[in-house]
């Protein structure tokens, strides 16, 4: 996690030090601000105007954490507010370390876990002002950020919110629910607003959030030389066809003969999805039934690419070998569950 801590006084560079002594730990980044005339070893000259010296940051950084008076972060962070999707936790610090304010991304960037972390390790009080926390109700985008799941659409999430201040809200999964729902969360699959969670596309709820599990594996085959772009049509062809989100995409697999095939890994890149290859000794060891073929296994010693990469991660197969454009696709979903505990 990247964390950047601002002060501006000699006792708020104090607190600084000791926020950042509370917070880093394995694998975490926390640099310390100050301005020019109080930053020495161990921390990083502010340059005024603080809204452009704090824009790289803001971009960079998961957290941003002023110790000051809130009005100081307010003014520094203004200019960059973007999208509570993207935006990173900001969280303000008073400099005698007496109160810890979350002010952006509470739930979806984790502010609001970061304000409650520090307060308890600094010895102060928390001031967490989201409705859903103050009244002890499920905050579906903070739970969702948690597991890792895709929100589809943030008015929806916006309209879950209001609604279980009000009541129940159904909630429709494809997968196995384990553990007791939270307060004001109940099975169910219609209604005015309602969370599904699933790698399809469905709306069951006359307003769905739909929260999605990255669990489909992908597996491709290609004639060398493919461009990206014929990749990409038989791919966003297929996963339509199957009503397969995007999101739901974790990982692409091939064949190690590819690891060089600049088409394939110019589309991955640009879709963000990592890839693997496979041996064709790795993928022929694959578990399960698949399309198999002679003029494949002659070329490249294995009967099948696409299938056997697809469910190598131990998934079944939900796509079985779809072939055009001179690329060949499947898919495979892994397991899934729905947890509320821990």
């Given at each position: 996690m990247r964390l950047a801590v601002f002060a501006f006084s000699r006792r708020g560079l104090e607190t600084a030090e000791r926020v950042r002594a509370a917070l880093t730990g394995s694998g975490d980044v926390c640099a310390v601000y100050a301005p020019e005339r109080l930053a020495g070893e161990g921390s990083l000259p502010i340059t005024p105007?603080?809204?452009?010296?704090?824009?790289?940051?803001?971009?960079?950084?998961?957290?941003?954490?002023?110790?000051?008076?809130?009005?100081?972060a307010?003014?520094?962070?203004?200019?960059?507010?973007?999208?509570?999707?993207?935006?990173?936790?900001?969280?303000?610090?008073?400099e005698l370390a007496r109160f810890v304010i979350p002010l952006l991304s509470g739930h979806i960037g984790g502010a609001n876990a970061l304000a409650l972390e520090l307060a308890e390790k600094l010895g102060a009080s928390a001031a967490v002002?989201?409705?859903?926390?103050?009244?002890?109700?499920?905050?579906?985008?903070?739970?969702?950020?948690?597991?890792?799941?895709?929100?589809?659409?943030?008015?929806?999430?916006?309209?879950v919110s209001a609604a279980i201040l009000?009541?129940?809200?159904?909630?429709?999964?494809?997968?196995?629910?384990?553990?007791?729902?939270?307060?004001?969360?109940?099975?169910?699959?219609?209604?005015?607003?309602g969370i599904c969670v699933s790698w399809r596309w469905q709306t069951p709820f006359e307003t769905t959030l739909l929260l999605v599990p990255?669990?489909?594996?992908?597996?491709?085959?290609?004639?060398?030389?493919?461009?990206?772009?014929?990749?990409?049509?038989?791919?966003?062809?297929?996963?339509?066809?199957?009503?397969?989100h995007p999101a739901a995409v974790k990982s692409v697999g091939s064949i190690d003969l590819k690891r060089d095939e600049p088409g394939l890994l110019a589309f991955c890149r640009e879709r963000g999805w990592p890839v693997e290859f496979y041996t064709a000794s790795q993928l022929e060891a694959a578990e399960g039934d698949f399309t198999p073929s002679d003029f494949v296994r002659r070329t490249v010693g294995v009967d099948n690419v696409c299938e056997r990469a697809a469910a190598l991660g131990g998934g079944?197969?939900?796509?079985?070998?779809?072939?055009?454009?001179?690329?060949?696709?499947?898919?495979?979903?892994?397991?899934?569950?729905?947890?509320?505990d821990g």
């Open positions: 105007p603080l809204a452009a010296f704090v824009g790289p940051v803001f971009r960079e950084a998961d957290a941003l954490i002023f110790v000051g008076a809130c009005g100081i307010v003014r520094g962070i203004a200019p960059h507010v973007c999208d509570k999707t993207t935006d990173p936790a900001v969280v303000s610090v008073d002002t989201t409705a859903t926390d103050i009244n002890g109700k499920f905050s579906v985008d903070a739970w969702a950020a948690e597991r890792g799941l895709f929100l589809s659409d943030m008015k929806a999430a916006k309209a009000e009541g129940p809200v159904p909630l429709k999964s494809d997968f196995p629910v384990r553990g007791t729902l939270p307060p004001g969360i109940v099975p169910g699959e219609a209604g005015p607003v990255p669990v489909i594996r992908l597996g491709i085959g290609c004639r060398r030389n493919t461009p990206a772009e014929a990749i990409g049509a038989l791919v966003d062809e297929t996963l339509a066809a199957c009503q397969i079944r197969l939900v796509i079985q070998k779809t072939a055009g454009h001179g690329v060949t696709v499947a898919a495979a979903a892994e397991r899934y569950e729905v947890r509320f």
